[in-house]
């Protein structure tokens, strides 16, 4: 069979890229529309993916009105050329751009949704419009069919990873945080850009709750201060000043070793939710999250890790201490955390699903 043609419009997401290297390349012929020439484009390359640089400017931005059109024009103009089957949009922002080629060529369009919206904003970015619409969970499922999508038209397939990056528990010998820094006893990480989303800063209030309890205990904020976010950096700076706990808080900045990084610890905490959670879960680690986003489908309350209320700072510090007080726990929740990453997180297995929504639509 000759190969299937589609374009994906994606951001620089590792879901995305594990997406595409995981296509079955007898089926199809992934080629990437991307609005710049960056590092994600140049990790395609490297993986010998097809793609093209296109400006797409921000279609509900009043100042794009004058190019849009064009933009599409110039994007169905390649779609043809290509000979493409099938569209896949992987951002708001492209939708635009996917139902305008949708419609010129009259091939199926997929949106996939990674957002929580609120429903009143639905119809905004045209869902409706789509053939089919990928959801990464219920919960962002709901909204869209709140909003008016037909709840038959949303699959819900969540975000997959690379099961074979991250080994069951290394062995402390390869413990590359002691290897760094000098370090306490236990080791709790935070990982994540430094940025509001993150909750850094909450962090810092947790940190300061656990350690009036025990203070053999290290934490790792893991990550580098977002583009944008210097001022937000010295703000949970001066939290951690003010609350004196400098001494038992690393900054590690960016770290490309993250596998490396997860075998070290003892636990991983998340205030936001995220792909961190399913790294840690592949790595057989505990995860202490609050009930924000996704982050309820993620984790399994009791038996992957310990899932509390969004904003309850102190029951997010009781939860790390009855873990840190409990290795038998931390064992036992991160075997079921790595069984439940093979079961429901497989970025190969979610990828069959997601070839099953191509094929429904391209035999229709």
């Known amino acids: 069979m000759a190969p299937k043609n589609m374009r994906l419009k994606i951001e620089e997401l590792k879901t995305n890229i594990g997406l595409i290297k995981n296509l079955d390349k007898n089926l199809y012929n992934p080629i990437v529309v991307c609005p710049d020439a960056g590092q994600f484009s140049a990790r395609l390359k490297r993986l010998d993916i097809s793609v093209h640089i296109l400006y797409l400017p921000r279609w509900r931005k009043a100042k794009s009105y004058p190019f849009r059109r064009l933009s599409a024009m ?16 992987s951002n708001l922002w492209s939708n635009y751009y996917g139902w305008r080629v949708g419609q ?10 990674r957002d929580i919206l609120k429903p009143e904003r639905i119809h905004k970015y045209l869902f409706g419009k789509f053939d089919k619409v990928i959801a990464i969970s219920e919960r962002t499922k709901e909204p869209l069919v709140l909003g008016g999508v037909p709840s038959e038209k949303v699959k819900v397939i969540y975000n997959g990873i690379e099961l074979s990056e991250f080994s069951v528990r290394m062995s402390r010998k390869a413990d590359v945080l ?14 994540g850009r430094i940025e509001p989303f993150k909750r850094q800063k909450e962090f810092a209030h947790v940190v300061a709750q656990v350690l009036k309890v025990r203070q053999d205990v290290s934490f790792l904020i893991i990550g580098e201060p977002a583009g944008n976010q210097s001022d937000y950096f010295r703000a949970v700076q001066m939290t951690i000043e003010e609350y004196d706990i400098g001494e038992h808080i690393v900054f590690t900045g960016y770290r490309r070793d993250i596998s490396e990084v997860l075998s070290s610890l003892d636990l991983i905490v998340s205030l936001s939710a995220g792909g961190v959670v399913l790294e840690a879960m592949a790595s057989s680690l505990p995860v202490v999250g609050t009930d924000i986003a996704s982050a309820s489908e993620m984790i399994d309350d009791g038996i992957t890790g310990l899932l509390l209320p969004q904003d309850d700072f102190h029951a997010v510090s009781e939860a790390i201490l009855r ?9 036992e929740m991160g075997k079921a955390g790595r069984e439940r990453a093979e079961e429901l997180f497989d970025v190969r297995k979610n990828t069959r699903l997601i070839e099953a929504v191509y094929e429904d639509l391209l035999n229709h």
Request: hydrophobic share 40%; aromatic share 2%.
């Open 178 to 191: 002691r290897r760094d820094y000098p370090l306490r006893k236990h080791l709790v990480g935070l990982i």
């Open 104 to 113: 010129s060529l009259k091939i199926p369009i997929v949106s996939h949704v």
């Open 323 to 331: 873990l840190l007080g409990d290795e038998k726990m931390r064992n």
């Open 74 to 89: 110039r994007l169905s103009k390649l779609a043809a050329k290509r000979h493409i089957d099938l569209i896949h949009t």
